[in-house]
């Protein structure tokens, strides 16, 4: 069964401290990792990753891949309270119909 | 744009009661995804469209639930009959071309089963 971790679960931090999360995926023909930002409504894509070892960058948040391990990584540098939010991690398989698969999500609380 | 537009944003019904929920995609989007959200289970893709046509409906919990897509601009998901256990928020979402293409999620409509 396809399976996506994402750890921590919860994590609360100060403003201006830099935070990972960490998404590990066991799938059957992965083809590409997604994540997404869901604050108080509907979840907001971040970044879509499909090579190893290139990063993805936006302002603040980064995200790489690591298909030979099978995780990805988000980081938060500088964070605001406005990143206060469930960050979710999701994979894309391929195959006879694609599908997409979810991680429970990691909760972050940015403190002033 | 408006974005994808799901109605109703809140409902409360009785154990038992048919619900169906309503979804609009981004114009111009081939692909219309359903999900549910809990606490438990978190995300789960319910149903998937592309070009009207369901693709994967293999996340469906049971055939108390059906979805349709009569056209393009407009989705339905109902659950006939609704239990306890189906409260959830029900988000709707669309994309360009498919699973592989960033999805837009609509607000969603939370659905309490009494």
């Known amino acids: 069964e396809d399976k996506v971790v994402q750890s921590p679960l919860s994590l609360v931090v100060h403003e201006g401290d830099t935070v990972t999360l960490n998404c590990s995926y066991e799938?059957?023909?992965?083809?590409?990792l997604l994540w997404y930002k869901q604050e108080k409504k509907a979840p907001t894509f971040l970044f879509m990753l499909?090579?190893?070892?290139i990063e993805k960058k936006s302002g603040r948040l980064s995200s790489i891949l690591d298909k030979k391990e099978l995780f990805s990584i988000l980081n938060i540098t500088a964070t605001q309270t406005g990143d206060s939010a469930v960050y979710l991690c999701?994979?894309?398989?391929?195959?006879?119909?694609?599908?997409?698969?979810f991680g429970k999500g990691t909760k972050l609380t940015v403190n002033p | 744009d408006a974005g994808v537009i799901q109605s109703p944003r809140h409902e409360v019904t009785e154990m038992g009661q048919e619900v169906t929920l309503r979804c609009k995609p981004i114009?111009?989007?081939?692909?219309l995804f359903w999900y549910r959200q809990t606490m438990m289970r978190g995300l789960e893709l319910l149903i998937y469209?592309?070009?009207?046509?369901?693709?994967?409906d293999s996340g469906m919990p049971e055939d108390r639930f059906s979805a349709k897509m009569p056209n393009a601009s407009f989705s339905t998901l109902k659950i006939q009959p609704s239990e306890p256990r189906d409260s959830a928020v029900y988000f709707c979402?669309?994309?360009?071309?498919?699973?592989?293409?960033?999805?837009?999620f609509g607000p969603g409509t939370r659905l309490t089963v009494l």
């Open positions: 114009s111009g989007h081939n692909s």
């Open positions: 469209f592309n070009n009207n046509v369901p693709i994967d």
């Open positions: 499909t090579s190893s070892g």
């Open positions: 999701a994979v894309i398989t391929q195959g006879g119909s694609e599908k997409l698969v």
């Open positions: 979402a669309s994309s360009l071309g498919g699973v592989a293409d960033t999805q837009y």
């Open positions: 799938v059957t023909n992965f083809r590409s």
